[in-house]
């Protein structure tokens, strides 16, 4: 029997095979060379990586998302004043205790402004998942956004005091980047590489990881498809959280799918953007919950972080 078990975990080690090169091709956003990386398979044989990024932002009295467009007029606007604090104060520390119970990975795309103008509640958060990995998301999330038309210096500049922000605030130094407001251009993925960044959220194109030819160092760009992250469809599109929560399992069953009816199809990998907006009130946090029940029971998923999904893959 334990000869049994010793193979079995053998097997399940040598499931995540040597990546293969993928075809190089320039990347249509930077024209840099981009290569796709080619996973057989996740720890445990698992097909289908899946990231829960939660956003933790600041936007500043009178600034940010508006879940009434028709009271931004109002002098104050108390209606979407308290929609964006609402998201702060409880919002955040909902799903953070949410990730915990269910001791599912999360990371934390964090404004490097958020712990100095918000300690009670990044202390709250913090101490709710103390090991989520902290990835760079820009001073805030609407005055303080990346500085796209004064060139690469600039911007490498923002990157570096986001960075520096961040780790004085908190003692992690960021290795992940995704641009505020999901706004960068085709400097910002050199300038982060430069400034010491490993991987990037602002990949939004693919289901595989990918790797940017950037200098001094390739940058990994970790998929983050636009039509899953919850902010977009819950304030353009009118989609509730349970709508969400179809897309979700929609989206990620399928990958499921695809990879049981051709076993050697690559690996994918899906990062998911939560906003506490949405899936911080009650109802939000239900349709969560039931989302990642469902995501544990799939036995093709992985549900991990993006700097455990690039270590798996073995490559430096």
Same mark, same amino acid.
């Given at each position: 029997?334990?000869?049994l078990?010793l193979?079995?975990?053998?097997?399940?080690?040598?499931?995540?095979a040597?990546?293969?090169?993928?075809?190089?091709?320039?990347?249509?956003?930077t024209?840099?060379p981009?290569?796709d990386? $080619?996973? @057989?398979?996740?720890p445990?044989?698992? @097909?289908?990586a899946?990231?829960f990024?939660?956003?933790?932002?600041?936007?500043?009295r009178?600034?940010?998302?508006?879940?009434?467009?028709?009271m931004?007029d109002? @002098?104050?606007?108390?209606?979407?004043?308290?929609?964006?604090?609402?998201?702060?104060?409880w919002?955040l520390p909902?799903?953070?205790?949410?990730?915990?119970?269910?001791k599912?990975?999360?990371?934390?795309a964090l404004?490097?402004q =958020?712990?100095?103008?918000?300690?009670?509640?990044?202390?709250?958060l913090?101490g709710?998942?103390?090991?989520a %990995?902290?990835?760079?998301h820009?001073?805030?999330?609407?005055?303080d956004?990346?500085p796209?038309?004064?060139?690469?210096e600039?911007?490498r500049? #923002?990157i570096?005091? +986001?960075?520096?922000?961040?780790?004085?605030?908190t003692?992690?130094?960021?290795t992940?980047?995704s641009?505020p407001s999901?706004y960068?251009?085709a400097?910002?993925?050199?300038?982060?590489?430069s400034e010491g960044i490993? #991987?990037?959220?602002?990949?939004m194109d693919?289901?595989v990881?990918s790797r940017?030819?950037?200098?001094?160092?390739p940058?990994?760009?970790? %998929?983050? %498809?636009?039509?899953?992250?919850?902010?977009?469809?819950?304030l353009?599109? =009118? $989609?509730e959280?349970?709508?969400?929560?179809?897309?979700?399992?929609? #989206?990620?069953?399928?990958?499921?799918?695809e990879a049981?009816a051709? %076993?050697?199809?690559?690996?994918t990998?899906?990062?998911i953007?939560?906003?506490? =907006?949405v899936?911080?009130?009650?109802?939000?946090?239900a349709a969560?919950r039931?989302?990642? +029940?469902?995501?544990?029971?799939q036995?093709?998923?992985?549900?991990?972080?993006?700097e455990?999904?690039? $270590?798996?893959?073995?490559?430096?």
């Amino acid at each position: 029997m334990r000869v049994l078990s010793l193979l079995s975990c053998l097997a399940a080690l040598l499931t995540v095979a040597a990546p293969a090169a993928g075809q190089t091709s320039n990347d249509w956003t930077t024209g840099l060379p981009r290569q796709d990386i $080619k996973v @057989k398979a996740w720890p445990g044989g698992k @097909k289908v990586a899946v990231a829960f990024v939660l956003y933790v932002e600041v936007w500043g009295r009178g600034q940010g998302p508006n879940f009434r467009p028709d009271m931004t007029d109002r @002098k104050p606007d108390l209606v979407d004043e308290a929609f964006r604090q609402y998201a702060i104060n409880w919002g955040l520390p909902r799903v953070g205790r949410l990730f915990g119970e269910m001791k599912v990975p999360l990371s934390l795309a964090l404004n490097a402004q =958020f712990p100095e103008q918000q300690p009670v509640a990044w202390r709250e958060l913090r101490g709710l998942v103390p090991s989520a %990995p902290i990835v760079a998301h820009g001073l805030n999330n609407t005055t303080d956004l990346l500085p796209l038309s004064k060139g690469p210096e600039a911007q490498r500049a #923002y990157i570096r005091q +986001t960075i520096d922000m961040i780790e004085k605030s908190t003692g992690v130094r960021s290795t992940g980047w995704s641009s505020p407001s999901v706004y960068p251009n085709a400097d910002t993925y050199a300038a982060t590489a430069s400034e010491g960044i490993v #991987y990037s959220l602002d990949g939004m194109d693919s289901d595989v990881l990918s790797r940017l030819g950037s200098e001094p160092h390739p940058l990994w760009l970790v %998929p983050y %498809p636009p039509t899953v992250v919850d902010m977009g469809q819950y304030l353009s599109r =009118f $989609k509730e959280a349970s709508d969400l929560e179809r897309l979700w399992t929609d #989206y990620v069953s399928e990958l499921v799918r695809e990879a049981r009816a051709d %076993p050697a199809r690559d690996a994918t990998v899906v990062a998911i953007g939560i906003h506490p =907006f949405v899936v911080g009130t009650p109802s939000g946090a239900a349709a969560l919950r039931r989302v990642l +029940t469902t995501l544990q029971q799939q036995d093709l998923v992985w549900l991990t972080d993006p700097e455990a999904i690039i $270590k798996a893959t073995g490559v430096q």
